[in-house]
């Protein structure tokens, strides 16, 4: 099936561990983005890649760092996690064209930070 | 920063039509109005987007006012699967970002 696929979809881990989060497309776009839904379903952006090179970087702490090897992966690594990075993570690919922009998201990763 | 405003929640009936009203009043001439949904634990899924015509798709009609201050996404025929969490977005020409505000929780009922 063509789709946006993220791995793992549940993680759970103590404070201070770092960890990473894996999220591939094969609808062959050139821009991807990782999205964090909080507690309270507010779902904020976080970094956005086109074609390997990183377009969006909104205030979010240096511990997280994406990383695109090549235009269908961008994975999310998390050093030192906290409580509040539980939440929700979502993927996301996108057409290089921005008059119509159609995003389609991953289902999904619940991180718990114990 | 979301520059919408939507009623928290709204319920209608399944087979009748569901509005969704909007309101963005401080839209500019460059910024395009758009309508993702979000099913309970599921990613966000695109609707429909417009500029200042209405448009149609498979899944729903997007009314805009003249003045684009507001518009209004419309179900033609809700069914139980229509149920999620309902979001209108302002996104400029050039920007390939969305900020999401708290959308309309939208329930449809047997």
């Known amino acids: 099936d063509t789709a946006v696929s993220q791995t793992p979809k549940y993680l759970v881990t103590q404070m201070g561990n770092d960890k990473s989060i894996k999220c591939e497309q094969n609808?062959?776009?050139?821009?991807m983005y990782w999205y964090k839904q909080d507690s309270k379903k507010f779902l904020k952006i976080m970094f956005s890649?086109?074609?390997?090179?990183?377009?969006i970087n909104e205030t979010v702490p240096n511990r997280f760092s994406p990383k695109s090897p090549d235009k269908a992966h961008l994975n999310l690594h998390i050093n030192s996690l906290e409580l509040g990075d539980s939440a929700v993570y979502f993927c996301a690919s996108s057409q290089d064209t921005l008059a119509v922009n159609e995003q389609f998201f991953g289902p999904g990763t619940r991180l718990t930070v114990l | 920063d979301a520059k919408t405003t939507q009623p928290t929640s709204m319920d209608c009936a399944e087979g009748r039509a569901a509005n969704l009203p909007c309101n963005h009043s401080t839209i500019s001439g460059n910024e395009y109005v758009y309508w993702y949904r979000q099913i309970h634990s599921q990613g966000p899924q695109y609707i429909i987007h417009g500029l200042k015509n209405n448009e149609t798709n498979e899944m729903a009609s997007l009314i805009i006012t003249e003045d684009r201050k507001s518009s209004t996404l419309i179900l033609p025929h809700a069914t139980l699967r229509d149920t999620a969490v309902y979001y209108c977005i302002v996104r400029v020409v050039d920007d390939y970002k969305l900020s999401f505000g708290a959308g309309t929780t939208v329930t449809v009922r047997a």
């Open positions: 609808l062959g776009h050139d821009t």
């Open positions: 890649y086109n074609n390997k090179e990183l377009i």
